[in-house]
T-cell receptor
Framework: GAVVSQHPSWVICKSGTSVKIECRSLDFQATTMFWYRQFPKQSLMLMATSNEGSKATYEQGVEKDKFLINHASLTLSTLTVTSAHPEDSSFYIC?????????????FGPGTRLTVL | EDQVTQSPEALRLQEGESSSLNCSYTVSGLRGLFWYRQDPGKGPEFLFTLYSAGEEKEKERLKATLTKKESFLHITAPKPEDSATYLCAVQSSGSARQLTFGSGTQLTVLP
């Protein structure tokens, strides 16, 4: 149980284009999902908290107009990187908070490697 | 502000050589302390949650313990497949259920 998927697992795009990443909780409902960014040899950096049916909460320094988050259902959150530039290249990871059986544990997706040329 | 410090940054062990990883934390009211394992190019895999000082949890060769200031992840007789980065994270009672992560310990177990 408690499986989270991400799609795509990797994407290469040209500078200026937009990229959408999907995060799904496969076997549980998640009112809250989180989006992280991870640079090589570094730990996870929280970008935003995504709440079903309401606006996302962004961490300080994260541009909400650049990283659009939509949490339209209890099993799906999307992150859209708009007008991507090479500095947006990174490993993006989502997590979903399971509150019924696992005591508020976050389960993570496999990550999406974004490369902007 | 919640803070998590993990040590050592990197650890190399021979197969069968037991050791411990440390996670020191400061938090305004601990709601939970979490241990994850992360393999290169993958998302973190959940291992344990600890809620109160004195609590211990075990899974195969791993045992996690918690005090009021730190947590230890003990690895008994490790195998090469235990090689990974181990991440510690805390969740404070005052936060929106967010996790604050440490920088991780990169464990390499040599055959």
């Amino acid at each position: 149980g408690a499986v989270v998927s991400q799609h795509p697992s990797w994407v290469i795009c040209k500078s200026g284009t937009s990229v959408k990443i999907e995060c799904r909780s496969l076997d549980f409902q998640a009112t809250t999902m989180f989006w992280y960014r991870q640079f090589p040899k570094q730990s996870l950096m929280l970008m935003a908290t995504s709440n079903e049916g309401s606006k996302a909460t962004y961490e300080q320094g994260v541009e909400k107009d650049k990283f659009l988050i939509n949490h339209a259902s209890l099993t799906l959150s999307t992150l859209t990187v708009t007008s991507a530039h090479p500095e947006d290249s990174s490993f993006y990871i989502c997590s979903a908070r399971e509150t019924v059986l696992a005591g508020d544990t976050q389960y993570f997706g496999p990550g999406t490697r974004l490369t902007v040329l | 502000e919640d803070q998590v410090t993990q040590s050592p940054e990197a650890l190399r062990l021979q197969e069968g050589e037991s050791s411990s990883l440390n996670c020191s934390y400061t938090v305004s009211g601990l709601r939970g302390l979490f241990w994850y394992r992360q393999d290169p190019g993958k998302g973190p895999e959940f291992l344990f949650t600890l809620y109160s000082a004195g609590e211990e949890k075990e899974k195969e060769r791993l045992k996690a313990t918690l005090t009021k200031k730190e947590s230890f992840l003990h690895i008994t007789a490790p195998k090469p497949e235990d090689s990974a980065t181990y991440l510690c994270a805390v969740q404070s009672s005052g936060s929106a259920r967010q996790l604050t992560f440490g920088s991780g310990t990169q464990l390499t177990v040599l055959p």
